[in-house]
C-alpha cells in the first residue's frame, strides 16, 4: 500500500520537512495548510519540489468550520474554498480534508450539513477536487465517525467523502466495527494516529500526545483492517500532532514514522519483512574510553580478567563466566561524532558505544533491522576479521548482530587472540541487564524500534524520581529474560550527559560477589543508612541478614514472584556496574531502590 | 501565619532543600518520607540542620496503605508505624500524615478504618506524635475530604485528626463549605498546591501537574479562608509535585514557592504588603550591546533619533514620540551573569536586559517589589545619578520603577544630557508592548511575579506553532493596555537563544510607517504570499488594501473588537522591533500570524 504523512507531524520548514519524507521512503504527503502559508515557496514550486523528490501531494488539509450555518455564513465560507480549490490546483492535490465544525455558529442539523456539504462538493467537483468529511472528536455536532458517514451518505454526491482518523474514532471509544458497513469508495482518505492512553481532555490529548502507530495504546491494525474490508485503496497516511516531534530533527522522526507504518503492515500480513531475530542473549558490551585504566581497574576488582585482545585493533576483551566487555580506545573512542548525529549528547570518558546481541542467524537479523530502516554500519574490520553485522539503535549504540562458539556460523571472537588464562569463574556471572539511557526525543521511536527489529517485548512504564527531574524507564526484553534493556528518559529534554548507562551483572550470590568486590579494593556506591532503617521498619530479616545489606551497600526488593538484591559500583566516566541477585523469578529491575541509588550517585559526583 | 514547604516541592538533594527554604524565608518545612532515605544525614544531623537554618520539622510524610485491613496486615503496618514513630522522635516532629489507602487489601469499612485508626493513635500518643488522616482523591474507599472526616470524627482519639490538602478536595470539584463544620483542633495539618485545570487523570494531574497557589485554577483562597474560619492554627504548608519544578534550581523555586504564599496571605488579609505600583506606561527599554552600530543602524531606519546620553556611562537614549530607547555599551554588556545566575541563557550581541516602567510612586512600587522577595538590583549610578529603584524579574530582566516629567518625583531623564535636536515625531509614536521569552522552568513563576508584584493582568494563554516547536504564550497587561508584556516559552526546555524578545512600537499609521522604513533603507522580515493568498480567502479588502500589505510586508488580523495590523524588522543579536496598528479595540497581539513571523525568523537567519 501507498503511504504517506501529514507535514504537520514533522518539525521544520515545509522544505526540510519534505526532504525528510522522502529520504525516509514515503510515497505522498498530506500538506497542512500553516506549513504552506509559513512556506517562501509559491504552491507550484512545492508541488515541483515534491515531483523531485517523487511525492505525491495526496490531501490537503484542514478546511474548517464549513457546514451547517447560517445561508451568509455558507457563502462566504463557500467564497473561502474557492480560493483554496484554485490553489490545490497549484499545488497538484485532488483531496481537500474537511474537518467536522467547532464554530458556534454551526447548527445542530444533518439535512442542512448534507445539503451544505453537497453545494461544496458541486464546487469542488468542478475544479476536480474531492471533499473527505471527517468527524472531530471534539466537534461541535458531529464528532463521530458513523455521524459524519451519514451526513455523506445523506448528501449522496460522488465528490464527497469520508475521511477516517483512528485517533478521532478510538480516543472517543467508538466501536471501529462499524466502518466496515462503509463503503470502501466512499472512504476517501485513511489518517493514522496512536495514543497513549491518558485519560485527558480529548482536544488536549489530540494536540499534543498522538504517537506513530505501535507507540501508544490504541488498536490502530484492528482498525486499519476494517477500513481495509471496505475496498480502500487509498494511502495508510500518519497524521501526529506531537510536541516533542515537534522539536525532534525531522529526519530521524520521518524514519520512525516509515518503520511504525511497515510494522503495521507486517501486523496486517501486507508486507513481508525478514522474520525477527530470535535474540538469546547478550554476546558481549563493548565501552569506548580515551583512557583505559580506570575502567579495567573497576572491571578489575569486579572479577574480570582480561582474556584476549583484537587482533588488529586497540580492543582488549576482559571476561567473566558469561560476561564479556570490550574496553575500545581506539579512533572510535575519540569521534563521539555517531552519538551526536542522532541527537545524543558528545561526552568525555568512557562511554557505552556497542553491545553484541547473540543470534542464532545474525544475517537474518540484520536483514531484518536494514529492512526496518535501522542504519546499516559500516563494518569496522580489517580483511581477515570475521563478518559482523551491525546496525545503529536510535540512540546511536551500535548494534552487533553476532554468534559465540556456534558451529557454523562465523565467531566474533575470531578477531581475537587470547593473551591470559581465564579466569577461575568464580560466579555463573553473565549480563543481565543493560540499561540505556536515551536522548528525550527518541524515546518512543526507542521503544518501538527494539520491540519490531530486535524482536524485544516492552514491558509497562515506570516513573524514577531523581533529585534533579523525574525519569521514565520502559524494559524491552526477551522472552526468557536473556536480553534485557531497561531504556530511562527525563521528563524533559535537559543535559542528557546527567545519567550514566550500566552494565548489570547476574550472580547467584551478590553478597559473596560484594565481599570480593570490597576485598580487591572495590568502592561501592554508599547507600544512606536511612535506607536500611526504612528496610527494617518494610520488611523482617533473618538476624543478620539487613546488618549484612547495611555494611556491603546491598539494596532490597520484593516483587510477587520474588526477591532482588544489588549492588552498585561508583561511576567511571559515564558508566556504571551493578550486581543483582534475582530469586524466585522477581522481574523488575529494583525501580523502588532507584531513587536513592540516584540520589547517592549525585552525592559522590 | 507560619509557613512550610514540603521538601518533595523543591529539586536536589535534602540539604539543598532544607537551605533554599530557609533562604527564601519559610518557617519549616515537611520531610517527604523518599527525601530522608535518599540523604546520607542521619535523622539526628537533619533535625539540627533544621534548627541551624531556623526551620521547624512540621510533618513526616507520608505514611500509606494504614487502615482498613485485616488484622495480620494490620499488625504489620503497626510494627512499620512503630519504626517510623521512632524515627520521627530523632527527627524532632510531632505530626504525621496518614494518607487513605490505595491497598486492593483495604476494605470498604469505616468502623474497621476508625478503629484501626485509633490503635494507630495509641501507639502514636506513646511517642508523643499526632496522625493526620487526609484523603487521597483517589483513594481506594476513602477519596473526599467529608469522608476522611467522618472516620476521624467516629475513632474520636485525641492523637488522631485529619489533614486537608486543597489539590485532593478541589481536583474532585467537592465542596470546600463543609470544612467550616470540623472544629479547627482537629485539623491537624493543611497543605496546599493549586493546579491548571487539566481535565485529565486525577493521580497523574496531582503528580505532574500541582502549583503553587496562585499559578494554577483553582480557589485556594477560599478554602484557606475556610480552614482558618475553623479555628485552625498549623502552619500554611506548600506541597507541590511539578515536572518543572523538580529540575528547576531549588533556590528561586522556594522564593516563588514563598511569594504565593505572601500573595495569598494578602488576599486573606492575614500580612500588610505595600499596595501594588499602578503602572502608566513603559518610560523606556534599555539594549545592551558589545557593538551598537546594527541596532542604532536599524533604530534610524525606524526613525528614532539620538537625543541624548548619560552623563557617567555609555549609554545613549534614543527617541521617536514617546518611544525611548536605551542603548547600552558598558560593561553590563559583556557579562550576561546577571542572566546566567536566574536560569537564563547566555547570549551574545544585544539583548533586552531592563525595562523602565513608569510609576506615580516608585519607591512604594520598589517597597512592595522587595517585600515580595524581588532581588532588589545595586543601583548602576554615580553619585550625582537620579535615585533609580530597580528590581529582577524571575527571568534576569532589570525592572526600573521610575517617572518621567513627574513634577515632584526625581526623572531618571535627569541623568542624560541632551546630544541633539529631538526628532519631527512623524507619529505618536509609543512602546505598545515589549515580548519577553523566558527561561523555561520560570514561566509560571514569571506569569505570578508580573501579577503579584507589579499589578499585572494575566490574559488567557495561547499556543503557538513554532517550526521547531510549540510556544506558550500568555501577556500581562495593565487595566488600560499601557504596559503590555507577552511572555513566552518553549513547550519543553531547549535553546532558548532560539527565539528572540522584541519591542512593538504603536503608530497610528502602520502603512505610512511600513513605507518611511522602508524608504529608509529598512530591510522588512519577508512575509510569504502564500500569507497573502490566504488573507484574501479569509476577508474582503478594499481595493488595492491587500496588495499595500503584500508589498509592505504587513500582517493582518481581526478580532471581536477590532482590527491589528503589524509589521516586522529584521532581528539584530537577540532583539527585533515590530511596528503595531490597533484599530477598534483590538486586545490581541497577532497571534494568529505568530506561526508565519516564526517561519520567515528561522528562514532568514
Redesign the interface.
Same mark, same amino acid.
Given at each position: 500500500m501507498r503511504t504517506s504523512i501529514a507535514t504537520v507531524s514533522l518539525?521544520?520548514?515545509l522544505t526540510e520537512k519534505l526532504t525528510a519524507a522522502a529520504r525516509a521512503g514515503f510515497d505522498g504527503v498530506e500538506i497542512f495548510?500553516?506549513d504552506?502559508?509559513?512556506?517562501?515557496?509559491?504552491?507550484e514550486e512545492i508541488r515541483a519540489r515534491c515531483a523531485d523528490l517523487g511525492l505525491t501531494v495526496d490531501l490537503y488539509q484542514p478546511m474548517r468550520d464549513i457546514e451547517a450555518v447560517p445561508e451568509a455564513e455558507f457563502a462566504r465560507n463557500l467564497?473561502?474554498a474557492r #480560493?483554496?480549490f484554485e490553489?490545490m490546483g497549484r499545488l497538484g492535490t485532488d483531496t481537500v480534508l474537511v474537518c467536522s465544525s467547532v464554530s458556534p455558529l454551526a447548527e445542530d442539523d444533518d439535512a442542512l450539513a448534507a445539503e451544505q456539504l453537497g453545494r461544496l462538493a458541486d464546487l469542488a467537483q468542478d475544479f476536480g477536487i474531492r471533499v473527505a468529511y471527517e468527524a472531530l472528536a471534539w466537534g461541535r455536532h458531529v464528532s463521530t465517525y458513523d455521524h459524519a458517514w451519514r451526513i455523506v451518505e445523506q448528501a449522496d454526491h460522488p465528490a464527497l467523502g469520508t475521511c477516517l482518523d483512528s485517533f478521532h474514532i478510538l480516543s472517543r471509544g467508538s466501536d471501529p466495527k462499524g466502518i466496515e458497513e462503509i463503503p470502501g469508495e466512499k472512504i476517501f482518505f485513511l489518517q493514522l494516529a496512536d495514543a497513549p492512553l491518558?485519560?485527558?481532555?480529548v482536544l488536549?490529548w489530540s494536540? #499534543?500526545h498522538r504517537c506513530f502507530p505501535g507507540q501508544g495504546g490504541f488498536d490502530v491494525p484492528d482498525l486499519v483492517r476494517r477500513v481495509l474490508h471496505t475496498g480502500y485503496d487509498g494511502p495508510l497516511s500518519l497524521e501526529v500532532f506531537n510536541?516533542?516531534f515537534?522539536?525532534a530533527e525531522a529526519g530521524p522522526t520521518a524514519v520512525d514514522a516509515r518503520r511504525s507504518l511497515l510494522v503495521l503492515q507486517e501486523e496486517l500480513g501486507l508486507t513481508d519483512l525478514p522474520a525477527p531475530a530470535a535474540l538469546t542473549g547478550v554476546a558481549f558490551t563493548e565501552l569506548v574510553t580515551p583512557d583505559a585504566e580506570p575502567v579495567t581497574a573497576l572491571l578489575g576488582t569486579l572479577g574480570f580478567a582480561r582474556t584476549a585482545r583484537h587482533r588488529g585493533k586497540p580492543v582488549e576483551l576482559w571476561e567473566q563466566g558469561e560476561a564479556r566487555i570490550l574496553v575500545n580506545t581506539g579512533p572510535a573512542a575519540l569521534s563521539p561524532s555517531r552519538l551526536r548525529s542522532r541527537g545524543g549528547t558528545p561526552v568525555d570518558g568512557t562511554t557505552l558505544a556497542a553491545i553484541g546481541l547473540e543470534s542464532p542467524d545474525p544475517a537474518a537479523a540484520a536483514r531484518r533491522a536494514e529492512a526496518l530502516l535501522a542504519p546499516v554500519l559500516p563494518r569496522r574490520r580489517a580483511a581477515e576479521d570475521a563478518p559482523l553485522e551491525a546496525v545503529a539503535a536510535p540512540d546511536g549504540t551500535e548494534l552487533f548482530l553476532c554468534a559465540t562458539n556456534r558451529p557454523g556460523l562465523p565467531d566474533w571472537r575470531a578477531d581475537f587472540e587470547d593473551v591470559a588464562q581465564r579466569p577461575a569463574a568464580a560466579d555463573a556471572l553473565r549480563i543481565d541487564h543493560v540499561a540505556l539511557t536515551q536522548p528525550?526525543h527518541r524515546f518512543d521511536e526507542a521503544v518501538l524500534f527494539h520491540r519490531s527489529v530486535l524482536g524485544l517485548d516492552p514491558q509497562e512504564s515506570v516513573?524514577v524520581?531523581?533529585?534533579?527531574?523525574?525519569l521514565r524507564s520502559r524494559a524491552v526484553t526477551n522472552a526468557d529474560g536473556g536480553v534485557r534493556f531497561p531504556l530511562t528518559v527525563?521528563?524533559?529534554?535537559?543535559d542528557d550527559s546527567v545519567h550514566a548507562r550500566h552494565i548489570a551483572l547476574a550472580t547467584d550470590d551478590v553478597v559473596a560477589a560484594a565481599r570480593r568486590f570490597t576485598a580487591a579494593g572495590g568502592r561501592p556506591l554508599?547507600i544512606?543508612?536511612?535506607?536500611y532503617?526504612?528496610l527494617?521498619?518494610?520488611f523482617e530479616f533473618a538476624d543478620g541478614e539487613l546488618e549484612t545489606y547495611r555494611d556491603l551497600g546491598i539494596l532490597y526488593d520484593r516483587d510477587a514472584h520474588g526477591v532482588f538484591r544489588h549492588f552498585y559500583t561508583r561511576t567511571v566516566g559515564r558508566v556504571f556496574f551493578e550486581l543483582v541477585q534475582r530469586d524466585g523469578g522477581y522481574r523488575g529491575y529494583g525501580a523502588a531502590n532507584a531513587?536513592?541509588r540516584?540520589?547517592?550517585q #549525585?552525592?559522590v559526583r
Open positions: 518539525s521544520g520548514s495548510e500553516n504552506l502559508l509559513a512556506s517562501p515557496l509559491a504552491p467564497r473561502r #480560493h483554496k490553489l491518558l485519560g485527558m481532555d488536549q494536540r #499534543h510536541d516533542v515537534r522539536q528525550w516513573d524520581a531523581d533529585p534533579y527531574g523525574l527525563g521528563a524533559a529534554p535537559g554508599p544512606p543508612a536511612n535506607y532503617d526504612d527494617a521498619a518494610r531513587p536513592v540516584l540520589a547517592a #549525585h552525592a
